[in-house]
């Protein structure tokens, strides 16, 4: 099997994985700082295609990682781990049962390569296999060993001027699933506000290239109104806020929002 494009597959089970799903329609959902499967429950519930815990930059270990893994699978979301970066937190991420991994700051073809290597199993990668949960511990290695390949979502985030400048080859390389866009990174890197003219012609590249290459694309957005005008654009991963920005635009929608003086005690 070519791993150059997505292919819509069913798994023996006839479950549909989340590397076809994204083929088919526009998945979405949020990246997610607060440590509690409880929170994973809710967005789960609240609709999420996808959930996103974020191992770059949140308090997170191993343990709770795959806590979180396992409130996803039980409410029918796909949490797929953004890891700190290149490493073996790749393939520990995956280890967990998680539906896939977002890889921060991918600048270069070698970058994308070794994601490949660490993620997939041989022919394609050289990843490694153990008894952890995805193998349900060991009990069902041959089961995930034959599906892996196909069923895990593999992403790669392209949000620095050095990403920019390599995408022709980076989404040239196969095993990588979708192209992932930081509109906040890229912005800093290229020392230009999100929304100007060098920012929004940074993300039509990226874009464009990616789309050409036949690899599928998403952005993380502020807001669905935003997300709706990116997957008009043909993006089918579209990640809006995080659970703190929820949960803080709703405190202060309410909490400011009785009538009356209530700034004294």
């Known amino acids: 099997m070519s791993y150059g494009s997505l292919q819509s597959r069913e798994n023996t089970e006839g479950e549909r994985s989340l590397r076809s799903e994204i083929t088919g329609r526009a998945l979405v959902g949020t990246f997610q700082i607060i440590g509690s499967p409880t929170v994973t429950e809710v967005l789960a519930l609240s609709g999420a295609d996808i959930i996103v815990p974020d191992a770059e930059h949140a308090a997170f270990d191993l343990p709770i990682l795959e806590q979180l893994v396992r409130a996803g699978d039980v409410r029918g979301a796909s949490v797929v781990i953004r890891v700190p970066g290149l490493g073996n937190d790749l393939s520990r991420a995956l280890d967990t049962g998680a539906a896939g991994v977002i890889v921060p700051r991918v600048e270069s073809a070698a970058d994308a390569e070794a994601i490949v290597r660490a993620t997939r199993f041989p022919p394609v990668g050289a990843r490694g296999i153990g008894p952890a949960r995805g193998t349900s511990y060991g009990l069902d290695i041959p089961t995930y060993r034959e599906r892996a390949n196909d069923d895990l ?76 005008a990116y997957r008009d654009r043909g993006m089918h991963m ?6 703190v920005s929820f949960l803080s635009s709703a405190a202060v929608a309410d909490l400011r929002g009785l009538p009356g003086d209530h700034t004294s005690a």
């Open 153 to 228: 979502l593999v992403v790669a985030m392209v949000e620095t001027r050095a990403g920019l400048d390599a995408v022709d080859d980076i989404v040239a390389v196969d095993g990588i699933d979708v192209i992932l866009i930081g509109p906040a990174d890229l912005a800093s890197s290229l020392g230009s506000p999100i929304g100007s003219t060098e920012h929004t012609d940074a993300v039509s590249r990226i874009l464009d290239t990616a789309l050409a290459a036949g690899r599928q694309v998403g952005i993380h957005c502020a807001d669905a109104e935003s997300a709706a």
């Open 238 to 243: 579209l990640l809006i806020g995080t659970d």
